[in-house]
């Protein structure tokens, strides 16, 4: 199973942007990867995935068209472009390696997690 490291996260003020990276140690050509977050007292959720192609994403309600999650095989790295930041958003962000499933949303079977990333959006 691969090793994902999470970075990129700050403290930034509602309405900014960041982008999170979540490297991997080996290839992560061969997985799909999603991207979860874990706010304060309460449960980790999912944010977004993508599968082999970045053709194939998938998103939570709650950042539709403002998330977008990317990958670049050759860096073996997947990105989390965040724009329009709420304080809602604030939470540690961790990536995950998953499994396609044709036609839907990959499952992440492994509960296996890195340290994450802060997000902190706040004024």
């Known amino acids: 199973q691969v090793q994902l490291v999470e970075s990129g996260g700050g403290l930034v003020q509602p309405g900014d942007s960041l982008r999170l990276s979540c490297t991997a140690s080996?290839?992560?050509?061969?997985?799909?990867v999603g991207w979860f977050r874990r706010a304060p007292g309460k449960e980790r959720e999912f944010v977004a995935a993508?599968?082999?192609?970045?053709?194939?994403?998938y998103y939570a309600d709650s950042v539709k068209g403002r998330f977008t999650i990317s990958r670049d095989n050759g860096k073996n790295t997947v990105f989390l472009q965040m724009n329009s930041l709420r304080p809602e958003d604030t939470g540690v962000y961790f990536c995950?390696?998953?499994?396609?499933?044709?036609?839907?949303?990959?499952?992440?079977?492994?509960?296996?997690w890195g340290q994450g990333t802060q997000v902190t959006v706040s004024s």
């Open positions: 080996g290839r992560i050509s061969v997985w799909a």
């Open positions: 993508v599968a082999w192609t970045n053709t194939n994403t």
């Open positions: 995950a390696p998953g499994v396609p499933v044709s036609g839907a949303r990959p499952r992440f079977p492994y509960d296996t």
